[in-house]
């Protein structure tokens, strides 16, 4: 991979810390500006020292205020921190008004605070691809640890949170129809359940319910990965895991802890922060790390190749005239799409079986 | 290299600064902003320089919306401007003016590198079009 020279020169200056550089190079992720991968790819490189963590939850739970106190915390311990808020934008228009960086207000004015708002533009995986590789960036900056706040709803929102090491799901109190639907989703990718505004009416009773349905979850094994585990590891307890060879890391399995929050206070953060690091060590002891990173690099690699693919049939599909003309004629009762999918790969899987065939001649000679 | 397909955005920060608790404008701004595509960062209310500076950029923004109705932009205005090219972002970031700003005070704004000043009444069209046809390209 080759870079040119005013990219050569934006990675020296992001590695040396330049803030504005790692602003730029956000930006040429985002818009997906020529050499861009280059770029990304060079990355690569530098990374891998910051923890990544991942904070989701309904519209109005306290994210970002939590991320906030997060952020400051983080500061007083003398750690950098990287923030990326993702807001969602008009499918209409593609603009958005990006509102996170308002609650944002205790580490303003210190510079080692890196915080950048994303909007949810583009499409097929496009965006965790980007937060993936701001992460990247911002990694390679050298901040120590990295916040993606994003709001939890639909697939695209789990996507983006699945690039963290470890997710944390909040939960405000009194929300017992709203635990009804995390159950569907959002249950399996929480490491840690936070209830926020915990000093509020119904907040036991919030803990109460999910510590019931983390518990149901361990046992039908709903809960991470605990999905293995036979019922006799289950009665073990727990103490005696040393001795017990081929079940050893099925023991040392994580239970989602529930920690509470009051955000705008500030209660609880340490806490929580305790917690994120018994997570970062148990990820680390039980080999979870490595496999979670392994899969993680895996759908990359499938994203960008999906991508790329797409982007090579659209202009097979602006050769066979355009998908409006081809919408137009399924309409019209003329074809079908799957007729129309096979006619435009078809001199693509030709080009490749050719590549195969030629592939084949040559070994033979 | 196929998939570079373009995704780019103008990227705007709606920003006030200092003690001024009006931001009716801001909002209406930030709001047609969006829907002409647009991407808005709002800063909230009573922002510093110093603030505002971090945030344009971090954000990495194409375009700086000030708006100001205290009477205080010949003293914040040069500090935001100064800040922005510390980081090196003066040049290549569109800065805007709104609000109440007096003719005899235009002048001397756009000396310190404000490209334009959007006062009462002027129309969101204009306002828009403006950004669209000079947010830098980088």
Redesign the interface.
């Known amino acids: 991979m080759t870079m040119d020279e005013a990219d050569e020169s934006l990675l020296e200056a992001l590695l040396a810390g330049e803030h504005r550089a790692l602003a730029r190079v956000i930006s040429k992720i985002e818009n997906r500006s020529p050499g861009y991968r280059d770029l990304v790819s060079e990355l690569y490189a530098h990374t891998g020292n910051a923890d990544v963590i991942g904070i989701t939850g309904s519209p109005g739970a306290g994210k970002s205020t939590l991320v906030d106190k997060l952020a400051e915390a983080y500061r007083e311990r003398g750690e950098t921190v990287g923030v990326i808020a993702i807001d969602p934008s008009s499918p209409f228009t593609g603009g958005a008004v990006l509102g996170d960086r308002i609650r944002m207000a205790s580490t303003v004015g210190d510079m080692d605070v890196f915080v950048r708002s994303m909007s949810a533009r583009g499409t097929l995986g496009g965006l965790s691809t980007a937060t993936a590789d701001a992460v990247k960036a911002m990694d390679a900056f050298g901040k120590d640890k990295i916040i993606i706040e994003t709001v939890g709803a639909g697939q695209n929102e789990i996507d983006i949170v699945r690039t963290a090491d470890t997710v944390a799901v909040l939960v405000p109190p009194g929300s017992g129809d709203d635990i009804q639907t995390l159950k569907a989703g959002i249950l399996e990718i929480a490491d840690i359940f936070i209830v926020n505004k915990a000093d509020r009416e119904g907040a036991d009773r919030t803990v109460q319910e999910l510590r019931e349905m983390v518990h149901l979850g361990e046992e039908s094994g709903l809960a991470g990965s605990a999905g293995h585990h036979g019922v006799d590891a289950m009665d073990g307890d727990g103490v005696n895991w040393g001795d017990v060879d081929e079940s050893g890391d099925d023991d040392a399995d994580w239970t989602p802890p529930i920690v509470e929050t009051v955000a705008t206070k500030g209660t609880g953060v340490d806490t929580f922060i305790d917690e994120l690091g018994n997570h970062r060590s148990y990820l680390v002891d039980s080999g979870t790390h490595a496999e979670k990173v392994r899969q993680r690099y895996a759908e990359e690699i499938r994203t960008l190749l999906r991508e790329d693919v797409h982007a090579l049939l659209e202009d097979e599909l602006a050769d066979s005239g355009g998908i409006d003309d081809l919408a137009e004629a399924v309409r019209q009762g003329e074809t079908d799409p799957y007729s129309i999918a096979t006619d435009v790969l078809a001199p693509v899987e030709a080009c490749v079986e050719n590549l195969a065939a030629d592939a084949d001649d040559s070994s033979a000679e | 290299?196929?998939?570079?397909?373009?995704?780019?955005?103008i990227?705007c920060l709606v920003a006030k600064v200092g003690l001024d608790g009006h931001d009716r404008g801001a909002h209406v701004i930030?709001?047609a902003?969006?829907?002409?595509?647009?991407?808005?960062?709002?800063?909230?209310l009573h922002?510093?320089p110093?603030?505002i500076v971090?945030?344009a950029?971090?954000?990495?923004v194409d375009v700086l919306g000030i708006s100001i109705l205290s009477g205080a932009h010949d003293t914040l205005v040069p500090k935001i401007m100064d800040g922005l090219e510390e980081?090196?972002?003066k040049d290549d970031t569109l800065v805007l003016a709104g609000g109440v700003i007096p003719d005899e005070d235009r002048e001397g704004l756009k000396d310190d590198g404000v490209a334009a000043i959007f006062g009462p009444g002027t129309s969101i069209e204009e306002t828009i079009e403006f950004v669209r046809e000079n947010a830098p390209q980088?």
């Open positions: 290299m196929s998939s570079e397909q373009e995704a780019e955005s990227r930030a709001r902003f969006r829907d002409a595509g647009f991407e808005v960062i709002y800063s909230g922002k510093s110093d603030q971090q945030a950029v971090q954000e990495d980081y090196g972002a980088r």
